[in-house]
Structure formats: C-alpha cells, structure tokens
C-alpha cells in the first residue's frame, strides 16, 4: 500500500478525538495535534504522524505519560522559572513553558523557564517559532533517551539532544535552526525502517567501534538492546569534528538537567532496574529574548533578514542554484502542502486504522476509499 494524502481537518479532527478518548483534556489535545501537524506541515515526517500512536497513545495506554498534565511552578522569578511537568504531555509543558519565557522576555527583556520530568515534546522549533512570531530570539532544546556515544565512546550515553534557535526576519518565514546534535536521530531512523530505507553509513557505530549499515530496523534493535549507538555531529572519532558534536550535545544536556535538578543520561532510558518500563522524565529548557529590549524588533528583523540574504547571495557550488537558510526548505514545503495535506505511509495508516478501531471513532479515511 503506497502513501496516500490524508487532508489536515481529518487529521486534525481524528487525533484530537483519539487524545480525547485516552483522557487528554481538549485544550490539550489542540496543542498536541498543532504540534504534530506542525511537523509535517514542515515535512519533518519523523515527528509528525508517525509518532502519534508509538510515542504518544501507547505511552499513555500503557500508563507512563500522563494525559492530563501538571504544570507545577517549582520556583519562579521576575524571569527565570522552574517547573515539573509530572510526566504530562510535552506539548502542552513546552507550550505553556515557552509563553512563559515569552511573557518574562516581553516585561523584562529575558525569560527562561527550565523543565523536570516531561515527555517527548515533539519539534523542537514549533517552540521557538512562538518566540520568533512575538518579536523574540528563541531557544530550546531538551535531553532524551540515551542512544549517542561520546567521542571515543560506543556506548549510549546521552540523547540526540536537539540545539535550536530561531530569529525573527523580515522575510516571510523567520531563521529556524532545529537539529538533533546526532547526525541522525531515533525517529529518523524508526521512519527509515517504516518505508525500507538503509541507514546512512557512518550514522551508528556498534559496541565494538565499527560502523554499522544495512537495515535500519536492525541497527534501531541494536541501539535499544544497547549494542549500538548513534554517532555525534562529525561523525566517528575526531577527525571531521566528532568532538563539536559531543559538545553541544553536553551542553544541551546540562541546561536540560542541571538548573531544575532533572534526570540524565541511563536515567531517561524508560526503564527500571528490573527492566519494567516507566515515564522518561525528559529535561527541556526554554529561552525567549525580547527585541524590543534592545534596538526595537523592527531593527532586528531587518538586519536578520539582510544577513541571511547575504548569505543566500554568496557564490554557489558549481551545479548548485540555491543556497538555503535555516527554515527556508520548511517554509516552501508548508506552501505545498497546505491545500492538500500529510502522505501516510502503510504503516502509519495501519496505526490511524487501529487507534480508530479500539476508541470506536467514526472516521472513513482516504486510503480505504
């Protein structure tokens, strides 16, 4: 069964009915769907539909995520905060984290608001263009199951820990930077299995120091048995910069547990010491810095947007007619899709189908038709 177009409203409608009837209040299940939809509206399929059932539904299902999500303020100032997200969705914690920090920036030029004790939070740059869109510098990152090695290292010691940022331009979209400081990420490696595609070589190296290629369902069972683990950003070793990989990866790590005094590394693994599974307890922090604090927001767009058309109007690569910036390739996949909608791939569908079935949801969609 090929992808098959499924339009936005159905989707829409369809995930916030099933977020319902696992428990999900319905202001939540908004902001869980517009995050995943946001996703795919950018084309970043790993974090889209794909994960609606296997990271979210089965999680709650299997009872640990909560559906319905404490926001606990720990310890706030005029603009820093601390919070426990006891195990709730991470798309509500980082949305209402994010107004938070954008609110604290807004009143005194600079927010920050770390989290304890969350769950997956879906892109990272959903967040940070809420930033970008109320005039703010804004940054997030979170830490994550362990399954990257440190140089040197063939172990799993820390997660892909996403370093993101966005600026706000005068262009039509604003700079979105949001990549995992892996060279890979689980997710992309769980849609490469989905649709048969072999891992890129260099992506994951074994306990034994060596690269591992072929089959990317094979190489996702290595990396959850703990016999393999994905590679920082440069790749094995120090010779094309492993290192910088390993240390923004560190560093996302630190602000993700060290100012709210937050689980890390095997501790975020989902499991107990008898191998019985529990919540993740992810880290997130976010960051909102307020233009208007300084020069005015309408300075700041303008000179962002004149230094990323600097760049786009460098010399190109022989062959090459286009050099990007960070968001731009989302932005014009967002204006493809947005009359038409997401393509569900077999499995995916297969999920959709099932989650219908056992919530009793009256849907039809297009690849039964």
């Keep these: 069964m090929p992808k098959v177009v499924c339009d936005w409203k159905t989707l829409h409608d369809f995930m916030v009915d099933a977020f319902k009837g696992v428990g999900v209040p319905e202001d939540d299940c908004e902001i869980v769907v517009d995050v995943i939809l946001e996703s795919d509206r950018r084309g ?110 063939v172990e799993g010691m820390f997660g892909t820990n996403p370093f993101t940022i966005g600026v706000p331009t005068d262009e039509e979209f604003d700079f979105s930077f949001d990549c995992a400081t892996s060279i890979t990420q689980n997710g992309k490696v769980e849609y490469y299995e989905r649709i048969g595609e072999k891992i890129r070589p260099g992506t ?8 591992v290629e072929g089959d990317a369902g094979e190489a996702l069972r290595q990396i959850r048995q703990g016999t393999a683990a994905l590679t920082t950003l440069g790749g094995i070793g120090e010779e094309l910069g492993g290192y910088k990989g390993y240390g923004f990866a560190m560093a996302v790590e630190f602000l993700s547990s060290v100012l709210q005094d937050g689980a890390f ?24 810095i307020d233009t208007d604090h300084f020069l005015g927001e309408e300075i700041a767009r303008k000179k962002a947007g004149d230094i990323i058309r600097s760049v786009r109007a460098s010399k190109k690569m022989p062959g090459e007619e286009r050099i990007y910036t960070a968001g731009e390739k989302e932005w014009e996949i967002s204006l493809r899709r947005k009359d038409s909608g997401v393509p569900i791939n077999e499995s995916v569908q297969a999920e959709m189908n099932k989650v219908r079935d056992d919530l009793d949801l009256n849907y039809v969609f297009p690849w039964e038709k």
Aim: net charge positive; proline share 5%; charged share 20%.
């Design 265 to 288: 590394g095997k501790e975020l693994d989902g499991k107990d010491e008898k191998g019985n599974i529990r919540p993740y307890r992810l880290g997130h922090y976010f960051i909102a």
């Design 204 to 211: 994951v190296i074994d306990i034994d120091g060596n690269p």
């Design 44 to 153: 970043i399929e790993s974090h889209g539909c794909n994960r609606f059932k296997p990271v979210y539904i089965d999680r709650i299902n299997a009872g640990i995520q909560q559906p319905v999500t404490n926001f606990e303020i720990i310890r706030e100032t005029p603009t820093t905060a601390v919070v426990d997200g006891h195990n709730g969705m991470g798309q509500v914690v980082g949305y209402k984290a994010m107004n938070m920090a954008i609110r604290k920036a807004k009143e005194y030029g600079m927010g920050m608001v770390a989290v304890r004790n969350s769950c997956h939070y879906g892109i990272a740059g959903y967040y940070t263009t809420m930033a970008t869109k109320a005039g703010c510098i804004g940054m997030t990152g979170t830490n994550a199951r362990p399954s990257v090695a440190p140089t040197f290292g």
